[in-house]
């Protein structure tokens, strides 16, 4: 019952800071509610027993990527008042339409998942730490690949283009 209520609390606080990542009007204080909900994801991990994920969590996107969007922060000019630019071809009733029936799909499948009965998970189930990470990299280096290494090349592909689209010389 306890993990119940830890997981629904985290699950509300992660919910809760991402909005407001979208709704604050700083960009600064906007990152900061994202390296918040980050680490409340990563508890939350460390909830679910993925002790390896919530460590990755916290080094990869607490640590990396909310730097670097600091960084994009600090070199963009905010000061300058925003563009008055409408575009004709908006197609904001196609978004409204697409957005409902986005989050039809979504209550659906979460509607389902309630409906069906689930298996308890025991701590007796759980798995070790050492073998959370045997586990993930056995599948990561067998059943999942392909797909790992396109995601490599897809970050590749970024990079390369970063560093052209900043280098303007080459």
């Keep these: ?3 119940a209520i ?3 609390t985290l699950a509300a606080l992660i919910l809760g800071f991402a909005v407001l990542v979208i709704t604050a009007r700083n960009t600064v204080h906007s990152v900061l509610f994202l390296v918040v909900n980050f680490l409340f994801v990563a508890a939350l991990y460390v909830l679910l027993g ?3 994920l919530a460590v990755i969590q916290v080094i990869v996107y607490a640590g990396g990527i909310v730097v670097l969007y600091l960084f994009v922060v600090m070199l963009v000019n905010l000061k300058r008042p925003p563009e008055v ?3 004709p071809h908006r197609r904001s009733r196609l978004a409204l339409v697409v957005s409902c029936v986005l989050l039809a799909e979504i209550g659906a499948i979460a509607l389902k998942a309630y ?3 689930s298996v308890p ?3 007796a189930s759980r798995v070790a730490a050492a073998q ?3 586990q993930i990299g056995w599948l990561l280096y067998t059943n999942y690949l392909v797909p790992f290494e396109v995601a490599s090349m897809l970050l590749l592909v970024a990079m390369v283009g970063a560093i052209i689209l900043a280098r303007r010389d080459l």
């Design 85 to 87: 630019h409408q575009d």
């Design 132 to 134: 959370n990470v045997e």
């Design 121 to 123: 998970v025991t701590p």
């Design 6 to 8: 830890a997981f629904y």
């Design 115 to 117: 409906v069906q009965t």
């Design 1 to 3: 019952m306890g993990e």
């Design 50 to 52: 993925a002790q390896f």
